[in-house]
């Protein structure tokens, strides 16, 4: 079985500031790691996923993850926050492998852009 | 392209009432199927998955249940509703069961139960 912790539930920052969103994860097997948003009052949707290869998943509005397996963490980060960014993110894991498929999330961090 | 709908949107029900929610996926095929119930710091808990039609599993013991009475549509219900089944509700389809698939969800329902 997998798990996921993301220990900082709110992160507020200030417009064009950096942030980085942390998530540590558990697991007996080899793992997937993603990224989801939820923007409020909407559905989830996927931000990034690091499947194999590079340790480093870019998104198409900015965002970054790196695979860490010592560290066995995968935080988000972002150079330059936008009003826009304003939302809950969650950190997930499955298993690398037939029978583990199913996500495993964390909590969420609620991150606020304060102009 | 593949849409996901909920409906309906907010719901507001009384102890001890049924419950019905529905969740219909187009442009797709044989896609896998999920309910997840988001509560307020809690993150999102898988309830029930399915692979195909009439295949539900389920992940934990509580008072709902869901069925797949078609290919495309995920029905999550209850007989009686407890307090603690307030929530968000979120449907969510992927195309195939492998590790590493994107899931992609719908916009949710918001259920009050008073």
């Known amino acids: 079985a997998q798990s996921v912790t993301q220990l900082d539930s709110q992160v507020p920052v200030f417009e064009e500031a950096p942030v980085e969103l942390r998530c540590n994860y558990s697991s007996s097997v080899s793992v997937y790691l993603f990224w989801y948003v939820q923007y409020p009052n909407q559905g989830l949707q996927l931000l990034l996923k690091?499947?194999?290869?590079?340790?480093l998943v870019e998104s198409i509005n900015g965002f970054e993850a790196e695979f860490n397996k010592s560290q066995t963490s995968f935080h988000l980060r972002k150079p330059s926050v936008h009003i826009s960014d304003t939302a809950e993110y969650f950190c997930a894991v499955s298993g690398a492998n037939f029978g583990n498929e199913k996500l495993t999330f964390g909590t969420g961090t609620r991150l606020t852009i304060i102009p | 392209s593949q849409t996901i709908h909920q409906w309906p949107a907010t719901l507001v029900q009384p102890v001890g009432s049924p419950l019905s929610l529905e969740c219909t996926v187009e442009g797709t095929s044989n896609p896998n199927l999920y309910w997840y119930r988001q509560a307020a710091g809690r993150g999102l808990q898988l309830l029930f998955y399915?692979?195909?039609?009439?295949?539900i599993s389920s992940e934990v013991p509580q008072n709902l249940s869901a069925s797949r009475p078609q290919d495309r549509q995920f029905i999550l219900s209850s007989k009686k509703l407890l307090l603690s089944d307030s929530g968000f509700y979120l449907c969510?389809?992927?195309?195939?069961?492998?590790?590493?698939?994107?899931?992609?969800f719908g916009p949710g329902t918001r259920l009050l139960v008073l």
């Open positions: 399915s692979v195909g039609i009439g295949q």
């Open positions: 690091y499947l194999s290869g590079s340790t």
């Open positions: 969510a389809w992927s195309a195939i069961n492998r590790a590493g698939e994107t899931q992609y």
